[in-house]
T-cell receptor, first 116, second 114 residues
Framework: AQKITQTQPGMFVQEKEAVTLDCTYD???????LFWYKQPSSGEMIFLIY??????QNATEGRYSLNFQKARKSANLVISASQLGDSAMYFC?????????????FGKGTRLHILP | DVKVTQSSRYLVKRTGEKVFLECVQD?????MFWYRQDPGLGLRLIYF???????EKGDIPEGYSVSREKKERFSLILESASTNQTSMYLC?????????????FGPGTRLTVL
C-alpha cells in the first residue's frame, strides 16, 4: 500500500530564510509521481511542483525545489527566501502508476508560519 | 485556466437532512474526485469518477453517495447528514493519462451539520 508521511505538524520560520518541509513516502511501485500543494487560509489547493520517479534531476519551480532522494524515499520541499505570503498549509502527495488509476494520496500536511 | 467551482463556500444543515454538494469543471476533464479534509487527517478520498455515470469508492465512502450525469458535473450527496460529517469538502478534476498532470481543486465547501 502507498503511504505519505509528513512529520512536521507546524513550523515557524523567519522571513527571508530558506524552509525545508519534510516528506517521506512508501510504495512498492517503481513508477510513481510526487506532488506538493499549498493551501492558504482561503482553502483552495494550489499545485506547486511535481517529481516523477524516473526524473533524473530534482524538480524546480521558481522559489520551490524538490529534494528527491529516491533510495531514502524522501521528497522534501525547499522554499528559498521565504515570504510572508508563504504562510499556509503544505501537503505532500503521491500518485501510483498511470495504468492503475489517477488517484492521489495525501499526507497530513505541515502548517508553515513565516514570521516578519 | 482550469476552473473548478463548488456550489457553496459555506453550508449549515441539520442532522438528518439530505445534502447536495455540487462541483462543476470547465476543462472537459475525464476524472473527478471528492475529498473531505479534517485537521490532522489531511485529505481523504470519498468517491471518484472516471467517466459519466461511472463511480468508484474511495477510502471513506460510508454515508455518502455521488452522481455524475454529465461530464462536467460531479455531485456529492449526504443522504442523512450527521454531525460527524461536519468538515471541509474539496472537489477536484484531472485530465488523466499524463503522469505529471495535477488535479485541479475547487475552493472547497465548509459544511456544518448541527
Amino acid at each position: 500500500a502507498q503511504k505519505i508521511t509528513q512529520t512536521q505538524p507546524g513550523m515557524f520560520v523567519q522571513e527571508k530564510e530558506a524552509v525545508t518541509l519534510d516528506c517521506t513516502y512508501d510504495t512498492s511501485d517503481p513508477s510513481y509521481g510526487l506532488f506538493w500543494y499549498k493551501q492558504p487560509s482561503s482553502g483552495e489547493m494550489i499545485f506547486l511542483i511535481y517529481q516523477g520517479s524516473y526524473d533524473q534531476q530534482n524538480a524546480t519551480e521558481g522559489r520551490y525545489s524538490l529534494n528527491f532522494q529516491k533510495a531514502r524515499k524522501s521528497a522534501n520541499l525547499v522554499i528559498s527566501a521565504s515570504q510572508l505570503g508563504d504562510s499556509a498549509m503544505y501537503f505532500c502527495a503521491m500518485r501510483g502508476p498511470l495504468n492503475r488509476d489517477d488517484k492521489i494520496i495525501f499526507g497530513k500536511g505541515t502548517r508553515l508560519h513565516i514570521l516578519p | 485556466d482550469v476552473k473548478v467551482t463548488q456550489s457553496s463556500r459555506y453550508l449549515v444543515k441539520r442532522t438528518g437532512e439530505k445534502v447536495f454538494l455540487e462541483c462543476v469543471q470547465d476543462m472537459d476533464h475525464e476524472n473527478m474526485f471528492w475529498y473531505r479534509q479534517d485537521p490532522g487527517l489531511g485529505l481523504r478520498l470519498i468517491y471518484f469518477s472516471y467517466d459519466v455515470k461511472m463511480k468508484e469508492k474511495g477510502d471513506i465512502p460510508e454515508g455518502y453517495s455521488v452522481s455524475r450525469e454529465k461530464k462536467e458535473r460531479f455531485s456529492l450527496i449526504l443522504e442523512s447528514a450527521s454531525t460527524n460529517q461536519t468538515s471541509m469538502y474539496l472537489c477536484a478534476s484531472s485530465r488523466g493519462g499524463v503522469a505529471r498532470d495535477t488535479q485541479y481543486f475547487g475552493p472547497g465547501t465548509r459544511l456544518t451539520v448541527l
